[in-house]
């Protein structure tokens, strides 16, 4: 389940040769990539625009993405916004300009592409150290003691393996009390959680404006940083930001200058996710809710140990014993259940197993044959025991 090539695609449905397999490894969670109208919006825009700008933000910037920048700043609440190509490109470029050769505190957890972010910081003279996002003690003396000129605490939003999301206003509270910038990716909650409501449709909230909303945070001292490839399906991220950043950015932030730009289709499909998330957002996401909430009933019955505390699309699961995960993929997949694979050493041993994630496009059949083949997993390989907080909760 690794390096697949998907030979055709039917709903949620994926054919990898002769076997067809429900997909649990897809990021689309809200189902915007197989929504017939973002699918018939995109026509209009290739028409007047074609397929490709070409042009790098600063050359030449269609106002396509200006309208997005509008749009996706009153949905975040936010002072402004700014568009380019990739997470991976923004941690890159805006990491190292945001450390300005300064302390960055970066949490032993975060994604992989925070780090290489925080590598470019380093070569540009930021010293780099890591902290345990469970030990905030320990974080704030590190905070107290350091003498640099800046200081940028990096951390992911939702975590891409866990499912959770980490203490927010604690983070953010020290990053004002310290003057730090909290840095904070949130690729996996974007879309799904939002901003809490009494007449919310599920507890991931409303509007899917992202973790800082959902928690009920202020962007003071905190930059957010996202993107449109997950729930929104599509290429394009964000940063929520100042505009005296944003301005800063547009020549210091080497893609704005130098790369090529999102692809027609992408900012048609952001602009038409958005119409969509305003009429159906809160429908779609009570759907995700429940299908999630389906598979973590399933591994609370099996009584097995998931990290996830949260409800969120993202569940890890696992093995009791690592050495069995090559025999649980091949399980899986003959069982027709596709996932993604935690394998050491992408993963310390303790944690080999394998990450389900659910999307709204997934039918509840699906969902079904999913329960349906963990159960017989669990009878045929270890998981690891629910822990005792699971167990009483
Ligand atoms: C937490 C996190 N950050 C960043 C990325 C990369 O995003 P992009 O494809 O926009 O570079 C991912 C993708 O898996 C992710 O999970």
Same mark, same amino acid.
Request: contains cysteine; hydrophobic residues 40%; negative net charge.
């Given at each position: 389940? =690794? ?19 429900? +997909? ?19 026509? #209009?825009?290739? &028409? ?20 997005? #920048?509008?749009? *996706? ?39 992989? =592409? ?14 780099? #150290?890591?902290?345990?996002?469970? +030990?905030?003690?320990?974080?704030? &003396?590190?905070? !107290?003691?350091? !003498? ?18 980490? $203490? ?9 009390? %310290? ?15 939002? #901003? ?16 800082? !909303?959902?928690? +009920? ?14 729930? %929104?399906?599509? *290429? ?8 005296? *950043? ?11 200058? %130098? ?23 809160? *429908?779609?996401?009570? $759907?995700?809710?429940?299908? =999630?909430?389906? /598979? ?42 596709? /996932? =993604? ?10 944690? /080999?197993?394998?990450?389900? &994630? ?14 349906? /083949? ?13 822990? !005792? ?5």
């Amino acid at each position: 389940m =690794t390096d697949a090539v998907i030979d055709e695609i039917d709903g949620r449905m994926i054919r990898v040769g002769d076997k067809w397999l429900a +997909d649990f490894a897809s990021c689309n969670y809200l189902g915007f990539d197989l929504d017939p109208e973002i699918i018939a919006s995109v026509p #209009e825009f290739l &028409q007047k625009w074609g397929t490709h700008p070409s042009w790098s933000r600063l050359l030449g910037s269609p106002v396509l993405y200006e309208q997005i #920048e509008e749009r *996706l700043t009153e949905l975040l609440g936010c002072e402004d916004t700014l568009i380019l190509p990739t997470i991976t490109l923004i941690h890159m470029s805006v990491i190292p300009v945001l450390a300005a050769g300064g302390t960055i505190f970066v949490d032993r957890r975060a994604h992989k =592409t925070i780090y290489e972010g925080c590598q470019f910081a380093s070569a540009r003279g930021a010293s780099v #150290e890591k902290f345990r996002a469970d +030990d905030l003690d320990e974080l704030e &003396q590190r905070l !107290r003691s350091d !003498r640099s000129s800046t200081r940028l605490i990096c951390i992911d939003g939702v975590n891409s393996m866990t499912g959770n999301m980490p $203490d927010l206003p604690a983070l953010a509270s020290l990053a004002r009390s %310290y003057d730090a910038i909290l840095y904070v990716d949130d690729a996996h909650g974007f879309g799904v959680i939002g #901003e809490r409501a009494a007449d919310e449709s599920s507890p991931y909230g409303m509007r899917g404006n992202s973790i800082v !909303r959902h928690l +009920d945070e202020s962007y003071d001292h905190v930059v957010l940083v996202s993107g449109f490839s997950k729930s %929104y399906s599509s *290429l394009a991220a964000f940063i929520a930001c100042p505009k005296e *950043l944003k301005r800063l950015l547009k020549t210091a932030a080497s893609p704005y200058l %130098y790369s090529g730009p999102s692809p027609v289709a992408s900012l048609a499909t952001v602009l038409s996710g958005f119409d969509v998330n305003e009429k159906r957002g809160e *429908l779609i996401r009570e $759907d995700l809710w429940n299908k =999630t909430a389906k /598979v973590l009933g399933c591994l609370d019955r099996l009584g097995a140990h998931t990290p996830n505390r949260s409800g969120l699309p993202v569940i890890e699961v696992p093995l009791a014993r690592h050495e069995e995960i090559a025999d649980v993929g091949r399980f899986l997949f003959s069982n027709g259940i596709y /996932v =993604t694979l935690a394998a050491y050493p992408l993963v310390p041993k303790s944690e /080999v197993g394998f990450r389900i &994630q659910t999307t709204a496009a997934n039918t509840d059949a699906e969902i079904d044959q999913l329960v349906d /083949v963990l159960g017989k997993l669990a009878d045929r390989f270890d998981l690891q025991p629910a822990r !005792r907080e699971e167990r009483a909760a």
